[in-house]
């Protein structure tokens, strides 16, 4: 049973993530969003050498609850056009570590300074089709925030309470196609949004962490 308080899921949290660590092999990352029934049927369909990443997984902090911050990417891109994301990106090799990697490109693509958040700890590394290996990094944001939008990069920034997405009810699962096999993927519809792919797939791992006994 996950915990409704706010102040109580927030130490689940805190709790289930104190003693991660950033993966450093690419190949202990997941192929992202997919069903753990597909996982390693699907392994070969993913690079064998993919670029290290790293996203922002923002839980706002308010005094009515927890949120998720998420972003709805730009309309024009090549990769992941309009897609419902977290802020992140390519870790380059100026970034001391996947922590820095992802508050940088946050304050880079939605205007969210560092000042606003608090690190809780890693998710499990995730495998992207597009070509990276990604690091969620969990962080707790402070209210107080004034988010600027870089419209190359992103259309919008929209919260999603925490609440929400830890209920199963609201994870829809369905089948998709992946080269000549079926297999399970799921979608967290929210008010418009369609939450899936990389993204559904690293919430999905935050609810698994948080309901594992």
Known sequence: MIAKDRIALRRLIEERLKDSRAAADPKTAVPAGFAARDIDSIRSYFPASPTAAAVLVPIVDHDSGLTVLLTQRASHLKNHAGQVSFPGGRIEPTDL?????????????????????????????????????????????????????????????????????????????????????????????????????????????????????
Do not use: C
């Open 97 to 213: 570590n996947p922590v820095e990697a992802a508050l940088r490109e946050t304050q880079e693509e939605i205007g969210l300074t560092r000042e606003h958040i608090t690190f809780a700890g890693y998710l499990e590394p995730q495998l992207v089709l597009s070509g990276y290996w990604v690091t969620p990094v969990v962080s707790f944001v402070q209210p107080g925030f004034e988010l600027k939008l870089d419209r190359r990069e992103v259309d919008a920034a929209f919260e999603v309470p925490l609440s929400f997405i830890l209920d199963p009810a609201n994870h829809r699962a369905r089948e998709r196609q992946l080269g000549p096999i079926s297999v399970q993927v799921y979608d967290l519809p929210y008010e418009g949004h369609n939450i899936w792919g990389a993204t559904a797939g690293m919430l999905m791992s935050l609810y698994r962490l948080l309901r594992a006994e």
